[in-house]
């Protein structure tokens, strides 16, 4: 299967990145969204992103305006369903994400290659609501996608090696590296960091540390570039939650359950940096601890 355009639902910070990356690679990409607005938004952040990297001397003027030449709006899925391999960035909600699929499929080229770039739900039952398992694959990129490395593939049970490899391909094209994961909840890197986020907030529910404490100690600590409490701010508390419930829910383990004072945090609106309060109040410079 040979990869020439993508597509890409979401214009969000990730599916933006995704846009981003591909157009950068050479390839024709369109992009979609619910309203012409997030598209406008989304198209903006690559916009500002690029021209970072233009002031930075990643890449040229030229470069930059020949990347966005490749992309198109896509205000309908059709377009979208037109492109070699269409890639879901939508909010990590399943509900939402098969919604999109199911209204996708009648669009959909007979050798379009459907892709989620879902962070921790189930490739296989993502996959059930399309017309083709067999050429549905997980695609995690990372946040910022334009300059983390990783892309963890997940194939789904009924996902076809030449499906698999070809979500290979196109992730090495970008530069990145791969790992396989399993289909299992959160996949490998979820799996293992938001039960860190999780715990780093029950210490600061039972008052073991306070915020600073917590995110200086971890950064010097472990060496990690930013605290957990820092992280989960930019990752949204929102997404943070939905993640641990699907591990919760998933694996049936108590070991997952979310921190109560996490739920309380995401029930007030306070989902982090993009709201401007989570465990930071980013009103000020540098941002304040809440707790």
């Given at each position: 299967m040979t990869i020439k355009s993508v597509g890409v639902i979401g214009a969000g910070q990730m599916g933006a990145g995704i846009a981003h990356v591909c157009s950068l690679k050479g390839y024709d990409v369109v992009i979609h969204d619910v309203t012409p607005e997030r598209i406008d938004a989304g198209l903006e952040i690559i916009r500002k992103n690029m021209a970072r990297q233009v002031g930075k001397g990643a890449i040229d003027q030229k470069t930059m305006d020949e990347a966005l030449g490749?992309?198109?709006?896509?205000?309908?899925?059709?377009?979208?369903?037109?492109?070699?391999?269409?890639?879901?960035?939508?909010?990590?909600?399943?509900?939402?994400?098969?919604?999109?699929?199911?209204?996708?499929?009648?669009?959909?080229?007979?050798?379009?290659?459907?892709?989620?770039?879902?962070?921790?739900?189930?490739?296989?039952?993502?996959?059930?609501?399309?017309?083709?398992?067999?050429?549905?694959?997980?695609?995690?990129?990372?946040?910022?996608?334009?300059?983390?490395?990783?892309?963890?593939?997940?194939?789904?049970?009924?996902?076809?090696?030449?499906?698999?490899?070809?979500?290979?391909?196109?992730?090495?094209?970008?530069d990145k590296i791969t790992a396989n994961s399993e289909d299992y909840p959160a996949f490998i890197v979820n799996r293992i960091l938001m039960p860190m986020i999780n715990e780093a907030i029950f210490a600061l529910y039972e008052g073991v540390g306070s915020v600073t404490a917590i995110d200086t100690g971890i950064k010097l600590g472990l060496n990690h570039p930013m605290g957990p409490l820092e992280l989960a701010d930019y990752i949204g508390l929102d997404t943070v939650l939905s993640i641990i419930n699907v591990l919760y829910e998933g694996l049936s383990d108590s070991k997952y359950r979310p921190c109560p004072l996490l739920v309380k945090y995401v029930e007030a609106g306070w989902l982090g940096k993009k709201t401007g309060r989570g465990f930071y109040d980013y009103s000020s410079e540098p941002p304040t601890p809440t707790r």
């Amino acid at each position: 299967m040979t990869i020439k355009s993508v597509g890409v639902i979401g214009a969000g910070q990730m599916g933006a990145g995704i846009a981003h990356v591909c157009s950068l690679k050479g390839y024709d990409v369109v992009i979609h969204d619910v309203t012409p607005e997030r598209i406008d938004a989304g198209l903006e952040i690559i916009r500002k992103n690029m021209a970072r990297q233009v002031g930075k001397g990643a890449i040229d003027q030229k470069t930059m305006d020949e990347a966005l030449g490749r992309i198109q709006r896509g205000e309908s899925l059709e377009k979208v369903g037109q492109t070699d391999i269409a890639i879901e960035a939508a909010t990590e909600n399943e509900e939402i994400k098969k919604s999109i699929f199911r209204a996708l499929v009648p669009f959909c080229k007979e050798t379009t290659i459907l892709a989620s770039n879902t962070s921790s739900i189930s490739i296989t039952r993502l996959a059930s609501v399309t017309d083709r398992p067999d050429r549905f694959i997980g695609v995690h990129f990372m946040n910022p996608v334009p300059i983390m490395k990783l892309v963890e593939i997940i194939p789904g049970i009924a996902t076809s090696k030449a499906t698999y490899e070809t979500a290979v391909e196109l992730a090495v094209s970008l530069d990145k590296i791969t790992a396989n994961s399993e289909d299992y909840p959160a996949f490998i890197v979820n799996r293992i960091l938001m039960p860190m986020i999780n715990e780093a907030i029950f210490a600061l529910y039972e008052g073991v540390g306070s915020v600073t404490a917590i995110d200086t100690g971890i950064k010097l600590g472990l060496n990690h570039p930013m605290g957990p409490l820092e992280l989960a701010d930019y990752i949204g508390l929102d997404t943070v939650l939905s993640i641990i419930n699907v591990l919760y829910e998933g694996l049936s383990d108590s070991k997952y359950r979310p921190c109560p004072l996490l739920v309380k945090y995401v029930e007030a609106g306070w989902l982090g940096k993009k709201t401007g309060r989570g465990f930071y109040d980013y009103s000020s410079e540098p941002p304040t601890p809440t707790r």
